[in-house]
């Protein structure tokens, strides 16, 4: 899960790392109420869950509130790689001196929260790892003792000479990483944490995400979701044992088993198709479950054709055919539906299909490709 | 021979008397695991199906010497069911539990570690050495014994692939499904040291997907340290960025984590990589 | 530091663990308007910093409401122990079925905090542990870990065979676990923790000592101290860097170091004296400290004569003279001073003191002796 | 010969620059102590009466070899002080500070456990091998070499026996004062292990005091292990019940911890307990 920069800033301030002062706005009118004429220097931001925001224009320097209001309009409203811009967040901008990029997650080698630091912060963080990997410090927090404040300010001596300033430093890593781990987070970051021209250190920006597998233990972070329509599909489609991802593509996929259903796209796009989604309906032949992921794959109105990829393991494939034989029954449509069904008693499963009409095959190859056909009549 | 598990191995089912552990345990015991007790907490003195149920797993592994674990407890407590077992001197436990939270994966690890204990997955459907042990959720009809050792982040589609081994006459020594979150037990790296340890294991079968760099690691590891021939496969080329395809650790994070450099980094290592999942008993059959 | 049981029990609820109903009275006739009178049995019990409050009458069953009146009339002013009743708690009376003992205390020898429970509950553990000591079990818990959930299970499941309580005691276990780490505990108790007759679960009565050195990041509790006149000048003696703890005896005693303070103490009764105190001066030789170690000692009115122990290590014994004699030129007592010095240059020092008159003496033993001819005078 | 710190013993002085670190540094230093390092944070790169200054004990020993380290931070961030002496390799952590939290230094224990890392104190004065180094705040003008080992839980009471023994001619192997606090470091029962191996080491005094159960493990310890000769002392047996002595440790708890009960472990020990502290240096010499 994703938040906004202006709710991981309130959860930065909860935790006691500086912030800027900043007003979240979610209409013109908000900011003509709320921003004071008072000459004050201030950056107004989009707030999305999409990365490049300055590229896209929305994040614009305002020297006065004529032009904080004139801002915020331009961007209220914007479409930034999908997502329109619904809140802007001004805050005061600050005479930065230096930058420095702050973050954790979760590391798959180390098996534990990595804490990464930089003095190249400011810019995206991917680029600097993929130019000069040797200018970001990583260091593996040890999960039975947390970061140790020795730690921390042994890392923040490493960028910043000043002892005054690496205190501070210090204490927001080991602030962040309680904040981490208190909320379950995947990935929080500060980029830019700046030192000032007057020597304040602060968070300029913010990212934070979340463990989806542990929102059900944390009710204030599930509390600040906001997501859009197709995100809310993904949400809905979960509560009901599905695990769904919109696609642009014309080809509508329904598969048991996350793996086979990415393997699935992949073999749609190998033979010259698109997928329309990805389509995980778990481990069980329960007809209601295959209704559900119909209604809905159906739902989107790319979709031309629809391929149902299952292989029978624990769940045989004729039990697997019946609940699909029950569930098809209820459901009317045009688009046509290949059937692909494969391991235990493929056969028969594939023998009970037929009466259905169906066009059903034995391999994911040929249901890919003959799902590309029919999309394309 | 085998890897991990054999006919020697003593199962402990924790969660025995949930919907899914009580299915699990049966079709285990059916295809001839040693499923010696069951562990549900309050229900100590009970038997189920011939399977004699415990406390704690102290207790089960006290009366009954086992030393493998297969855990089917809800994932709020899953974490907790790993540290017991860990702690009552359980060498595997294998953690089928789908949505545990990954700060409390991270905790358990050097936990484990200190105890002695290996774990495989969470999120996983276990591992098999045919015809001896099954232990999770794996169908065991499909697989036959032989020369392949297979690992794999994901379910069905390992079962897709051992499905074509077997059909080819492809048997396996052992099959282990690592599971499909971000942070999880024995590794691709840690299981390809085993299998090239293992005389009987002729051939590696390594099934990745999207999301971190373990394929990467693996390629450099199969490059430096394996004689035996790899073929890998790599779901999820058309996953599109930043969004969590099914399992938990299938995510492209900012440009990392392609399927695109896994297949770089597999063919730089001298691993050929299948197109598509049937054509991976060819590639392999070739290389033995 | 120790608490009453009511503030316990408030921390109890704090952290989620089941108490009865109750009120807290100051006065009777805030018994009369608080405690309803609906026939409900009820307990009135003293709120002392001190033990066997039972058998000194501080504890009575009430079955009515007048019977609570009178009760608390009788308990309230009441003296325990040396401590005046301020308060009486007014608590539910539960039908118990079965009790239990509930500890956790620091321990020394395993270098942890240990988790004692036992099926003895309701009495004296101290008791129970000299004449059964196999009825407590105690585990140590691994710092590293915590209390783990599996690990309070398996220790409830030892006591309560139905599962159902079992669950319900060990989530006790490790609430008590916590609210011990988070307040910087030395000892919480649950004495007894019962299972009603109801099949409920419920902490009857509780006691809670904490770290006196973890204090300072402990405003909470801290705010939570009452203290007698005798413990507040104790307080006050530590605030200016003094060990001061007040004792019934006739010599009044100064010295540096709590080891060699308590060997002064004992030296003095093993000489047939009574000390009047423990006071440890700490290591400097800061005339303004004697002064205050003075002005302490003095103001207990059983003090008949004064033995002032020093030992000089990096200290020297010359440079602590000269700090007594311009501290004792402050002070004007009639009470009879003695002055042993030794270490690092005592025959200097002890040439200094010659001027004061005061008696000067090499050693402990006659220091003592010569303390308690002039307190007898 | 001696136990745990000699002539090539290579001290750190953590917070070197606080009043206390800057006074007991040059006190050491001018002893003979190997004083080889300081740290404080901010200020590496500078020298203390010829220290050298590190900002961190990582960087003080990669530069000086020193392998203990002493502590004279305050109380808050004593314990993260041991950590970090602890994970930097340090073998011996001395901890001087006063009132550092109970449950800072149990969760140190384990830790520095793990590290290979020996603590002393916290709340102790330190430790000496006589001629060769002093550790801490000890007077070491009143030490003398010779054949006594001595460990205590006291500061001046330690001096005032180390003194006597001292004037009637029983100098020193080493003196340890283990610190006044409830868990601390080094006990009675490692020590008494290290003086019985110690060949120079020919008696041992041990200086008690109320509180805890450390003397009476020590007695049965004496009992078991020791071919040496032991003189006990306890403090405190006019110590009323539920008062903390001055030192955190000194505490009798509800009738266990007394003076009594320890007195009573030694006799029962067939070691000799002193009256009062000047009957020590008899004691000894009788059974030498």
């Known amino acids: 899960m994703k938040i906004h920069e202006y709710q991981a800033r309130d959860l930065f301030r909860q935790y006691g790392i500086p912030v800027p002062d900043a007003v979240l706005c979610h209409t013109v009118e908000e900011v003509e109420a709320r921003v004071p004429d008072d000459g004050q220097l201030r950056v107004v931001k989009a707030q999305v869950h999409a990365g490049g925001r300055g590229k896209a224009g929305g994040v614009k320097l305002a020297r006065s509130k004529a032009e904080a209001v004139e801002n915020a309009r331009r961007i209220l409203g914007m479409d930034i790689k999908g997502y329109t811009v619904e809140k802007v967040l001004i805050g005061n901008a600050v005479d930065i001196d230096k930058e420095f990029y702050v973050g954790l997650i979760n590391d798959r080698n180390s098996k534990s929260v990595v804490l990464m630091v930089s003095a190249e912060g400011g810019v995206e963080i991917e680029e600097v790892a993929r130019v000069s990997p040797e200018k970001i410090l990583k260091v593996p927090i040890d999960p039975l003792t947390g970061l140790m404040e020795w730690e921390a ?5 490493k960028l910043f000479p000043d002892i005054r300033h690496a205190r501070v430093a ?21 980029n830019p944490l700046v030192v000032t021209q007057q020597g304040e250190i602060m968070a300029i920006d913010g990212k934070m995400n979340f463990d989806d597998n542990a929102l059900y233990r944390q009710s204030g972070i599930l509390s600040m979701r906001e997501v859009t329509e197709d995100e809310q599909k993904e949400i809905d489609a979960h509560a009901r044992g599905l695990s769904y991802i919109k696609l642009d593509g014309s080809i509508g996929c329904m598969v048991n088993g996350a793996g086979l259903a990415m393997a699935t796209m992949d073999m749609i796009k190998l033979y010259g198709g698109e997928p329309a989604n990805f389509l995980d309906i778990g481990g069980s032949s329960n007809p209601q479950k295959v209704i559900d992921a119909m209604e809905i794959l159906l739902s989107d109105k790319n979709v031309k054709a629809v391929m149902i ?11 697997v055919a019946r609940g699909l034989i029950s569930a098809l029954d209820q459901i009317r449509t045009g688009i046509p539906i290949v059937v692909r069904l494969s391991g235990t008693n493929a056969r028969e499963g594939l023998e009970l299909l037929r009466s259905t009409g169906l066009p059903t095959v034995a391999t994911m190859g040929e249901a890919a490709r003959m799902a590309i056909e029919l999309s394309r009549k | 021979m085998s890897i991990l598990v054999n006919k020697n191995t003593r199962l402990v089912v ?22 010696v007790a069951g562990v549900s907490p309050g229900k100590g003195g009970q038997v189920f199906e011939g399977i004699p149920i415990f406390n704690t797993v102290r207790e089960a592994r006290e009366a009954t010497g086992a030393n493998a674990s297969v855990i089917f407890v809800p994932a709020p407590f899953a974490a ?8 009552a001197g359980v060498e595997l436990v294998v953690t089928i539990t789908e949505g545990v939270p990954v700060r409390d994966m991270i905790r358990v690890m050097p936990l484990a570690r200190q105890n002695g204990t290996r774990l495989i997955g969470p999120n996983c459907p276990g591992l098999i050495t045919p015809g001896e042990c099954l232990i999770g959720i794996l169908p065991g009809n499909i697989f036959k014994q032989g020369p392949v050792g297979l690992m794999s982040r994901s379910g069905t589609l390992t079962y897709e692939v051992v499905n074509m081994l077997t059909e080819n006459n492809l048997g396996q020594t052992t ?18 040291q085993m299998f090239e340890e293992d ?15 373990a394929e990467e690691q693996a390629a450099r590891f199969i490059k430096e340290n394996l004689t035996k021939p790899v073929v890998a496969f790599i779901a999820g080329q058309t996953a599109p960025p930043g969004k969590r395809m099914g399992h938990a650790g299938a995510i492209i994070s900012s440009g990392s984590g392609t399927a695109e450099e896994k297949i770089k980094a597999f063919n730089a290592a001298g691993v050929p990589v299948a197109g598509e999942p049937s054509q991976i008993p060819g590639l392999l059959r070739s290389l033995l």
Chains 1, 3 share one sequence.
């Not at chain 2, 005389?199 to 760099?213: A, Q, R």
């Open chain 2, 80 to 87: 907790d069911a790993i540290l017991e077992a860990s702690f």
């Open chain 2, 199 to 213: 005389p009987e294991t002729k051939g590696v079968v390594l099934i990745g997907e999207i999301g971190g760099d």
């Open chain 1, 309 to 319: 990829n299952i292989f029978g393991g624990i769940t045989r494939c004729d039990d």
């Open chain 1, 153 to 157: 300010r042994e890392i923040a001596l």
């Open chain 2, 14 to 35: 924790q969660g025995i008397t949930g919907r899914d552990g009580a299915f699990h345990a049966q079709k285990m015991k059916a295809y001839g695991t040693q499923v």
């Open chain 1, 170 to 190: 210090a204490s927001i890593f080991l602030k962040l990483y309680r904040l981490y781990l208190d909320t379950d987070s995947s990935l929080a970051e500060i």
């Open chain 2, 175 to 192: 099959c282990i499904g690592i599971g499909g979150d971000p942070v999880a037990g024995l590794y691709y790296r840690d299981l390809l």
